[in-house]
């Protein structure tokens, strides 16, 4: 069964510090991973998609890594702003013959401070 | 806009209630998928449907029917609901499972 898992639990740093958000997951065998944002009391909104033939992605301030063999992927925050004040997630995509599972990670909280 | 809509977004109800939670999206996509998020749990899957009459079950679909006669409508129907199903509940949809997930708004549901 996949777990994943996302460390710290809770981040919280000045406007303007780069920052790494930390995912992993125990099943190498990925179809794909992605990240999401989601704010408080709102849906998620997908940030990054990472195919599992690919090391990394990136998207204006963010870059998503994808290390399928040791079981992490990473999201760089460059320049972070309080505006990116959020709870990101990841989600991992196992295939198994027809049947395909999205597994998420429970989130890091992140408090950009002004 | 493509978009994915949840009605509604708020409801609070009696247990044994009779309740559907639509969700509808306006971008063509196959699959479609519920989810609950709960404190501590994360999210967690109820139903998924790869296309139009093709369901099945995710991790968590005691208590939850769902049906898939259109594309782009993907009902969660609560036949009995009880305390333990409250919750914030959210439909996902895309083009195909592989793809990039959209999620809809969120419906926060309490039973009491």
């Known amino acids: 069964k996949q777990e994943v898992t996302q460390i710290p639990a809770a981040l919280s740093v000045p406007e303007g510090e780069n920052l790494v958000l930390n995912c992993s997951f125990t099943d190498s065998a990925i179809y794909n991973l992605q990240w999401f944002r989601q704010d408080p009391g709102k849906g998620l909104t997908s940030l990054l998609l990472?195919?599992?033939?690919?090391r990394e992605q990136t998207s204006g301030r963010l870059n998503a890594s994808l290390d399928k063999s040791s079981g992490r992927s990473t999201l760089y925050i460059a320049a972070s702003q309080p505006g990116d004040s959020a709870t990101y997630l990841c989600a991992v995509l196992n295939s198994g013959g027809s049947n395909y599972k999205l597994t998420f990670g429970k989130g890091t909280l992140l408090t950009v401070n002004p | 806009e493509a978009q994915v809509t949840q009605n509604p977004r708020y409801l609070i109800t009696v247990t044994g209630k009779k309740l559907t939670v639509t969700c509808s999206q306006n971008?063509?996509?196959?699959?479609m998928s519920w989810y609950r998020q709960d404190p501590g749990l994360g999210l967690r899957q109820i139903y998924y449907?790869?296309?139009?009459?093709?369901?099945d079950k995710g991790d968590v679909p005691e208590g939850y029917k769902v049906s898939r006669k259109e594309k782009r409508n993907f009902p969660l129907i609560l036949e009995s609901p009880s305390p333990n199903q409250t919750s914030l509940y959210f439909c996902?949809?895309?083009?195909?499972?592989?793809?990039?997930?959209?999620f809809g708004p969120g419906t926060r549901l309490t039973v009491t």
């Open positions: 449907s790869m296309n139009v009459e093709v369901t």
């Open positions: 971008m063509n996509h196959e699959y």
């Open positions: 996902a949809s895309s083009f195909k499972v592989t793809y990039e997930q959209y």
């Open positions: 990472i195919q599992s033939s690919q």
